[in-house]
Nanobody, 126 residues
Framework: VQLQASGGGVVHPGGSLTLSCVVS????????MGWFRQVPGKEREFVAA????????VYADSVMGRFTISRDLAKNTVYLQMSSLKAEDTAVYYC????????????????????WGQGTQVTVSS
């Protein structure tokens, strides 16, 4: 399984950006996919995750109502749509795939994801 994240860039506060994560080597039809972020000197933190099919999305409190995790099954791609971006959203964003079937309470833990993309930088600055 390989994950290829892209879509990062520089955006003004209040702006929007959509990150993509192309998945190869497995199907997204039944999966748990997550997005995490990390800034230098800090631990990687949970942003959003979702189980397909039929699972509800889980979001960090800091991004609730502003970020949306979704997928395009035909493209085997997971997205993170980000809006109303703030300076504190600046980080390297990583997509991740869980090999095991996780329950919702396990979505937030880094250790529960076995495969990671390479990261894409998001900078929110005026």
């Amino acid at each position: 399984v390989q994950l290829q994240a892209s879509g990062g860039g520089v955006v003004h506060p209040g702006g929007s950006l959509t990150l993509s994560c192309v998945v190869s080597g497995r199907t997204l039809s039944r999966s748990v996919m997550g997005w995490f972020r990390q800034v230098p000197g800090k631990e990687r933190e949970f942003v959003a995750a979702r189980r397909w099919p039929g699972g509800s999305a889980v979001y960090a409190d800091s991004v609730m109502g502003r970020f949306t995790i979704s997928r395009d099954l035909a493209k085997n791609t997971v997205y993170l749509q980000m809006s109303s971006l703030k300076a504190e959203d600046t980080a390297v964003y990583y997509c991740a795939a869980a090999e095991k079937s996780l329950i919702t309470s396990q979505f937030r833990r880094v250790v529960n994801y076995e495969t990671w993309g390479q990261g894409t930088q998001v900078t929110v600055s005026s």
